[in-house]
């Protein structure tokens, strides 16, 4: 019989050894596997098919035959790798930890603005006021308001002229004991309003409607020729807008009719307006009832108001369907009204011209089917009226009408033309651009307004940072600002060097454009229009860079030491104002060059409050003596201008009770000095807070001053010597030490703050 054997099956607990059949010879084969764990593959041993498999199990390692699915089945598990694995890690965790952190202050932000949303508003994604209303950096960082009987509150940014108007008249309400006068009554007095308002003027509002809607005119065929002749050779100049052949003979065709009457043209009528304005001579209108009846002397500042509100009256209707002449109405509008100081109306009216553009195209790249001067006149059309905007908008401290990255026209080119020999004798040929004037004037105004928004952007960005709304409460924010706004004036430094120097009035001992105390050096060879325009160009430079140096006028006095960037800005803003005012004395001491150009009277006046601001603000500097000076130079501009600029009047004696009154503070100050103590009625002040608002109906206080004489030889040459950031005597740095009030680690005691526009 055969014996029975019976085959182990491999358990655990048994060998893996199987018993060998009798018949068997030698060791057995061993068991496949599809595949070795990553151990025993890494090992180079033996594996088999269990889960898990018997090696790992014995040694207590995790087996991956029990993890067949997924990426790690497939990983080898060396030391190196581990080490990568680890480091990958932790940068995936700081990764996460930034996204948390982040995540976390978004989310406490929108939280609590989902608390004060109500359940009706957009969501967050739709929201047009969610970007650019929460936008804190906004540059106009504070503002001011006015008030006057006639309207509501007026708002005005902090680059206007009537918030430094504020803060003087702020600060001689805090230190002088009687009346101040009413700065703001320089410009109540070219008495606009009373004409222009409805319901103020009877029979200025009646006698508008024959003229509107019967066609008839005041004046005849011939008067508005000689009219039309004076536009031409005045503000045709500056802002080439017309074609005068094509205007002449349009306005002839308008008297083509059966009756004497000329029909109704709103661009002829503004046309007229201007040139009342830009004759200078009242009697030329031939009929008093346009001027101011019931004036002493008449203003030609609202001369051609009647012709002005039926232009404003004819464009009404032309809204809808508006035209290229529409266009060029609003823009000679604006200009009409510049001219008689209505700042408000002017901007409104631009506002309105600025549309009208826009629905035209213009502020668009002119299509190509047009001819190349077509294009050259479209985008003149255009920059002129843009221009007006920007440059207003920075007088007002407002924002534009239009954003400039909407604007996709080029600025016009120079169309070159040569003047005849017969209207130009001169030693050298000067070759002049009919719209040269218009072009680097609106480069001007760019240069500027990219200084200016990047400055007070730069502001607001540090301001934001701190608790408060305006520059003057610490010297570090100050400085700051400063310091970022000399790497920004470059700006207008590369566009002077791009002026050709036809447009450049040579001075008799220095360089063209200039802080420089020197002389204009006028050129009788060439044409008015070309020297009037080298005037107005210069003037407009200077203007813009004492806006844009103006900030740093501070009232609250501070010491000097810790502040020398502000200081050296306020002696350039100070520099820039006397210049001005030397400039236009001399002009129209010698020359007719800017008789009618009402412009100038509003640089006098801004160049005077400069001045002012920086002699209250300054009362011990070395420069202050200069500019004391100088605000007597402007008192005899201010006479010296013609009569029949009812506004000049108000401006002198303005001008002589607010000298007369820092005469008194300066006075005071050195004797506080002297006397080691500060007087009681002279206070620290600071700029006004937004909510605070000033009445402009103050009565007049007029003062005699004692008005110093000429600059003599020694003065001369310090102002010429002198470097723009030059600062003051150890005893003027130091005068607040003596006061009693600390100059640098003490300025918690009235100004407190921790640490940049147009």
């Not at 996709?408 to 070159?416: V, W, Y």
């Not at 209207?423 to 009919?434: D, I, L, W």
């Not at 350039?572 to 150009?597: D, P, R, V």
Request: proline residues 5%; contains cysteine.
């Amino acid at each position: 019989m055969f014996a029975t054997f019976t085959a182990a099956i491999p358990t655990p607990e048994n060998s893996p050894e199987q018993t060998a059949t009798p018949t068997s010879s030698g060791r057995p084969k061993r068991q496949q596997v599809s595949r070795a764990c990553i151990w025993c593959r890494t090992q180079r041993i033996k594996c088999d098919t269990h889960f898990p498999c018997t090696n790992c199990r014995t040694r207590g390692r995790k087996c991956s035959n029990g993890h067949t699915h997924g990426k790690d089945s497939e990983e080898i598990r060396t030391y190196p790798l581990a080490i990568k694995e680890i480091e990958k890690l932790r940068l995936r965790v700081k990764e996460l930890e930034r996204q948390l952190s982040s995540t976390s202050i978004t989310d406490g932000a929108n939280s609590k603005r989902d608390l004060n949303r109500p359940l009706s508003s957009l969501p967050l994604n739709l929201d047009p006021l969610e970007e650019h209303g929460g936008n804190k950096k906004f540059y106009n960082w504070d503002f001011v308001r006015t008030q006057t009987p006639q309207s509501d509150d007026q708002c005005y940014g902090s680059s206007s002229s009537v918030y430094f108007t504020h803060q003087i008249t702020r600060y001689l309400k805090s230190n002088l004991q009687h009346g101040h006068p009413d700065i703001m009554q320089v410009f109540g007095k070219r008495r606009l309003s009373k004409f222009i308002s409805t319901g103020r003027n009877d029979q200025a509002r009646n006698s508008i409607r024959p003229l509107c809607h019967e066609g008839c005119t005041v004046l005849s065929q011939c008067q508005e020729e000689q009219l039309i002749e004076t536009y031409f050779t005045s503000c045709q100049t500056l802002m080439p807008i017309l074609d005068e052949i094509e205007f002449k003979t349009s306005h002839k065709c308008l008297w083509e009719t059966l009756d004497n009457y000329r029909k109704p043209s709103a661009l002829v009528d503004i046309v007229l307006a201007l040139a009342m304005q830009y004759s200078g001579d009242s009697s030329s209108c031939h009929c008093q009832f346009l001027l101011d009846n019931d004036s002493e002397t008449a203003n030609t500042a609202v001369a051609g108001q009647l012709f002005y509100r039926r232009c404003c009256a004819l464009l009404a209707d032309e809204q809808e369907a508006p035209s290229i002449q529409t266009f060029q109405s609003h823009l000679l509008s604006a200009l009409w009204l510049l001219n008689a100081s209505s700042w408000n109306m002017a901007h409104s009216v631009l506002a309105m011209g600025i549309r009208t553009g826009i629905i035209l195209g213009l502020h668009l790249e002119p299509h190509e089917d047009l001819n190349a001067p077509q294009r050259d006149f479209r985008k003149c059309l255009w920059w002129a009226m843009y221009s007006l905007d920007i440059r207003l908008a920075m007088d007002l401290g407002r924002p534009l009408a239009v954003s400039i990255s909407m604007v996709t026209a080029n600025i016009p080119k120079d169309s070159l033309e040569q003047l005849d020999s017969s209207r130009v004798q001169a030693p050298h040929h000067h070759t002049v651009e009919r719209t040269s004037y218009l072009v680097h004037y609106i480069r001007l105004i760019l240069a500027a307004r990219a200084t200016y928004i990047t400055f007070y952007q730069k502001c607001a960005e540090v301001l934001s940072q701190g608790p408060h709304k305006n520059l003057y409460h610490d010297y570090k924010v100050l400085e700051t600002c400063a310091e970022f706004l000399i790497s920004k004036v470059a700006y207008l430094e590369t566009w002077l060097e791009d002026t050709p120097s036809i447009l450049k009035t040579a001075r008799k001992y220095g360089k063209a454009f200039s802080t420089e105390d020197s002389a204009l050096d006028f050129d009788l060879h060439i044409p008015t229009s070309i020297s009037r325009q080298r005037l107005l160009l210069e003037l407009e430079y200077h203007d813009l860079l004492m806006i844009l140096y103006r900030p740093f006028i501070n009232f609250a006095h501070m010491s000097y030491n810790c502040r020398p960037l502000s200081v050296s800005h306020a002696n350039s803003c100070m520099k820039h104002a006397i210049t001005m005012t030397s400039i236009i004395f001399q002009t129209i001491s010698e020359t007719n060059y800017l008789n009618g150009y009402h412009r100038v009277f509003s640089w006098q006046w801004n160049a005077f409050l400069s001045l002012i601001g920086y002699i209250l603000a300054h009362p011990t500097c070395p420069q202050t003596p200069l500019a004391r000076r100088a605000v007597s130079t402007a008192i005899k501009t201010f006479e010296l201008l013609p009569n029949h600029l009812e506004g000049a009047f108000t401006a002198a004696d303005i001008a002589r009770d607010l000298s007369a009154k820092a005469d008194m503070l300066m006075e005071r100050f050195r004797n506080s000095i002297s006397s080691g103590h500060t007087p009681s009625s002279l206070q620290v002040i600071l700029p006004l807070n937004q909510t605070e608002s000033v009445q402009l109906d103050n009565p007049l206080t007029t003062t005699e001053s004692t008005l110093s004489g000429p600059f003599n030889e020694e003065e001369l040459n310090l102002l010429q010597q002198m470097p723009t950031g030059y600062s003051c005597s150890p005893l003027a740095c130091d005068i607040f030490a003596g006061l009693g009030i600390p100059s640098d680690d003490g300025f918690d005691l009235f100004i407190s703050g921790n640490t940049n526009a147009t």
